[in-house]
């Protein structure tokens, strides 16, 4: 039994590990397209910021590591075609040499793509321009080549999302003054605007000058620098900077798949069904190619690290014969900008309305801890819950670092997975002592909050 | 319609809150036996630690907040007699004035009493002798006026359980030299040993001296100071100090409750049905006097604040003609013991073992976030599940201040209450960024320890 895996970030990698954890005697190849396998793409920030030195402590495994658990590695090999019903993969080294692998399983984790969003200029200019993505370890040396080199004193960076803010924080540690261009009326789109402006003004604390309401039109490289064409609330707006770093997401990287027959779904991601399997025979997929099955939302694209964890584990345990299922994301995320926190669980509540629930949404501020306690920080909460049906929706948290919210919104996010209502947080039994929380903890406050606004009360008890 | 809570602290006040929350126009009055409602026990190792001050923050809400609401207060009454089917409670005020109270519907929330586990001379020593308990407010003004009066350079505590260790920083941050004895051979007995000999390290490091395998049998005052007699690792040791506290655990005060008729079950606590029924016609009753409905045990005795808010706010709804029920505990605790925090849920093996479980438990350490990021520290988790039916039973960590262990323990509550197996918890889609987790989170790599080592792989799948 031999199993390929292609992709040598989390989804190929958790596939080639499951299945040698289950069955040590089954080969295993995975083929990755670099020499970096089993790097931490959610780490590159911390590079930039100086808080991760060497690049190479990036890796979650070393490739030593990963031969070591009896899987092999193709390095700086490119698959070209998967040959279906041949059950082989065609592939192309370093040096343009052909060569090919036959598999019996195969687990497709090509990953994702920086997207360009239609900026002009974005196709042609690149990292010798002073024009920078950062998506791959090749884009990590470049764009570290490139501040090494010109010692650059400005930046902009369009986008400002969770890797755009995590740069914005990264650039401005290394002493360059940022500019944040976001398209939206506020920063951190994936989270409500209310919440979106507390990070903001996070930036603003330590010098990130932001821009919102801002459609970037193209970049132009001109004989002083770069310039960014804009239009910044409706009017056009031109930015200039040594450097510029676009951030403005993802998109699926499905052309290996797409030539072998995979249908497109969601995001035009390649679907696949809860065991991962691509409908073509013995073709798994997984990670930030393929559709994600969402507890909440049925099939959507949401491509996230730990997503991609566990669909390449289902994969391989499913390519190895198993008979597993990705349980479903109720899409929980994290970022940390400068010394906030900010998180969701579940759906907000224009995404809870679109999926059919009849979203109320309550905003409340609860301490972290006793405030007789030294140290008691607010903890700012949106609960989104369901009218009707009483049931827990979603989740979103700002704090400041020191205030687990990103653990408080893992309560949140288990008590989607389980399928609570919005009261049943009150019955939970969540650990207190004074230093550390509440009676009550802030995440029942916020929820006891909702029912307050939103239940005849008693309603749903 | 007039609800009368008996109970100044956490299920009186919880029980009169919820009742005035439903209905603005229900008269309430909340007999309270000092003149201190509404405080936070919890809290008053910091106040001894000098982190808050005044001891008036230690207060919930003021008196004159609670009054907001709408509630009445009788503050220094004590409740000495229910006359069930006159529906009166009869009152002793501070002068010794009789006087009584008719209501429709009692919650009787008396809570607990230090116990004394017949160490000799604890009913006979108190605060003038330099012998302290540690449980109301008036415990708290004694110690405290003592520590002033004679500025005491050495303490013995007698017990390592929560309050003895929280204490035992305390004092140790006013200078005191703090030996702390405690029956078993492990401190903070409440959590498996190899845990409890983290935090008996970290009291060491603060210097704390700790002699376990002691049984306290008296203490005695002698002309110097106090002498505690002890037998320590089976041999009779003396200890000797300028002060003595006993925190040796509670005993539930359910003196007037019983005199009224109600019936005792699990640690001699009142039972009550999970309406916070006594069986006493509208007689409720919640806290630390009544046994605990737990959702893995059944009936237990499990006093603890948390359970207290929730079981006075099930009593305070029902005493108004609601249906609310008390969803049950999981055994929820964190204690902070200096720079150390260690937290549980659900049950340990020998626990589960007892309740007709077949446990196994998997001990393991994972790092609190990505070790790249800088401060990564170890957590030390131990997860208990059943061997047959892959449930989750109980999960025990040990981290460091800073590493969210607080609020990772309710990812476990959480899942405990939703009933998930231990498999499961690596469904759950937990939050992610390198400087504040995993992609696959510490809880999850705990119980895939678990899995791995009890599990035929894929037989809970």
Same mark, same amino acid.
């Given at each position: 039994?031999?199993?390929?895996?292609?992709?040598?970030?989390?989804? %190929?990698?958790?596939?080639?590990?499951?299945?040698?954890?289950?069955?040590?005697?089954?080969?295993?190849?995975?083929?990755?397209?670099?020499?970096?396998?089993?790097?931490?793409?959610?780490?590159?920030?911390?590079?930039?910021?100086?808080?991760?030195?060497?690049? !190479?402590?990036?890796? /979650?495994?070393?490739?030593?590591?990963?031969?070591?658990?009896?899987?092999?590695? *193709?390095?700086?090999?490119?698959?070209?075609?998967?040959?279906?019903?041949?059950?082989?993969?065609?592939?192309?080294?370093?040096?343009?040499?052909? @060569?090919?692998?036959?598999?019996?399983?195969?687990?497709?984790?090509?990953?994702?793509?920086?997207?360009?969003? %239609?900026?002009?200029?974005?196709?042609?200019?690149?990292?010798?321009?002073?024009?920078?993505?950062?998506?791959?370890?090749?884009?990590?040396?470049?764009?570290?080549?490139?501040?090494?080199?010109?010692?650059?004193? @400005?930046?902009?960076?369009?986008?400002?999302?969770?890797?755009?803010?995590?740069?914005?924080?990264?650039?401005?540690? *290394?002493?360059? !003054?940022?500019?944040?261009?976001?398209?939206?009326?506020?920063? &951190?789109?994936?989270?409500?605007?209310?919440?979106?402006?507390?990070?903001?003004?996070?930036?603003?604390?330590?010098?990130?000058?932001?821009?919102?309401?801002?459609?970037?039109?193209?970049?132009?490289?001109?004989?002083?620098? $770069?310039?960014? +064409?804009?239009?910044?609330?409706?009017?056009?707006?031109?930015?200039?900077?040594? =450097?510029?770093?676009?951030?403005?997401?993802? #998109?699926?990287?499905?052309?290996? &798949?797409?030539?072998?027959?995979?249908? =497109?779904?969601?995001?035009?991601?390649?679907?696949?069904?809860?065991?991962? #399997?691509?409908?073509?025979?013995?073709?798994?997929?997984?990670?930030?190619?393929?559709?994600?099955?969402? #507890?909440?939302?049925?099939?959507?694209?949401?491509? $996230?690290?730990?997503?991609? /964890?566990?669909?390449?584990?289902?994969?391989?345990?499913?390519?190895?014969?198993?008979?597993?299922?990705?349980? %479903?994301?109720?899409?929980?995320?994290?970022?940390?900008?400068?010394?906030?926190?900010?998180? *969701?669980?579940?759906?907000?509540?224009?995404?809870?309305?679109?999926?059919?629930?009849?979203?109320?949404?309550? /905003?409340?501020?609860?301490?972290? +801890?006793?405030?007789?306690?030294?140290?008691?920080?607010?903890? @700012?909460? #949106?609960?989104?819950?369901?009218?009707?049906?009483?049931? &827990?929706?979603?989740?979103?948290?700002?704090?400041?670092?020191?205030?687990?919210?990103?653990?408080?919104?893992?309560?949140?996010?288990?008590?989607?997975?389980?399928?609570?209502?919005?009261?049943?947080?009150?019955?939970?039994? &969540?650990?207190?002592?004074?230093?550390?929380?509440?009676?009550?903890?802030?995440?029942?406050?916020?929820?006891?909050?909702?029912?307050? !606004?939103?239940?005849?009360?008693?309603?749903?008890?």
């Amino acid at each position: 039994m031999h199993i390929v895996a292609i992709g040598g970030s989390d989804a %190929g990698i958790s596939a080639a590990l499951r299945a040698r954890e289950l069955d040590p005697t089954v080969d295993v190849t995975v083929v990755v397209a670099d020499a970096y396998p089993n790097y931490s793409i959610c780490g590159i920030p911390y590079f930039f910021s100086g808080e991760v030195q060497p690049w !190479q402590s990036l890796a /979650h495994r070393t490739a030593a590591d990963l031969e070591a658990t009896g899987m092999r590695l *193709r390095l700086d090999t490119l698959a070209t075609d998967i040959d279906v019903s041949g059950h082989r993969l065609h592939l192309r080294g370093a040096e343009g040499t052909e @060569s090919h692998l036959d598999y019996d399983a195969l687990v497709v984790g090509t990953g994702a793509l920086p997207a360009y969003a %239609g900026i002009d200029g974005l196709d042609r200019l690149g990292p010798t321009d002073g024009v920078h993505v950062i998506h791959s370890m090749g884009d990590t040396f470049a764009l570290g080549d490139d501040l090494n080199a010109r010692n650059p004193r @400005s930046a902009i960076i369009i986008g400002a999302g969770y890797v755009g803010l995590e740069m914005a924080e990264a650039f401005t540690a *290394r002493g360059i !003054q940022v500019t944040q261009l976001q398209r939206g009326p506020e920063v &951190l789109s994936t989270l409500d605007a209310e919440l979106g402006a507390l990070v903001r003004e996070e930036l603003h604390a330590h010098g990130v000058i932001v821009h919102t309401g801002t459609v970037v039109r193209g970049v132009e490289k001109t004989p002083t620098g $770069l310039t960014v +064409h804009a239009v910044t609330d409706g009017a056009p707006r031109d930015y200039t900077a040594d =450097l510029v770093l676009a951030v403005v997401g993802v #998109r699926p990287n499905t052309d290996l &798949l797409q030539r072998a027959g995979a249908s =497109l779904g969601a995001g035009s991601a390649v679907i696949v069904d809860e065991a991962m #399997r691509t409908g073509l025979p013995d073709v798994f997929a997984a990670g930030d190619g393929v559709i994600t099955h969402h #507890r909440l939302l049925g099939q959507t694209y949401l491509p $996230l690290g730990t997503t991609a /964890h566990k669909q390449g584990r289902v994969a391989g345990e499913n390519a190895l014969g198993g008979a597993a299922r990705f349980a %479903g994301s109720v899409g929980t995320q994290v970022v940390k900008v400068f010394d906030l926190v900010a998180s *969701r669980t579940g759906l907000r509540h224009h995404e809870a309305e679109a999926a059919g629930f009849a979203p109320a949404t309550t /905003h409340s501020v609860a301490d972290d +801890h006793k405030r007789y306690y030294p140290g008691a920080q607010p903890i @700012s909460l #949106r609960i989104t819950g369901d009218r009707v049906t009483g049931r &827990l929706i979603g989740a979103q948290l700002v704090g400041r670092l020191g205030t687990e919210t990103a653990k408080r919104v893992d309560t949140y996010a288990t008590a989607l997975f389980a399928g609570l209502s919005v009261d049943q947080v009150s019955d939970l039994d &969540l650990s207190y002592t004074p230093p550390l929380g509440s009676p009550w903890d802030a995440v029942q406050i916020a929820t006891q909050a909702w029912s307050r !606004q939103h239940t005849r009360l008693g309603a749903h008890a």
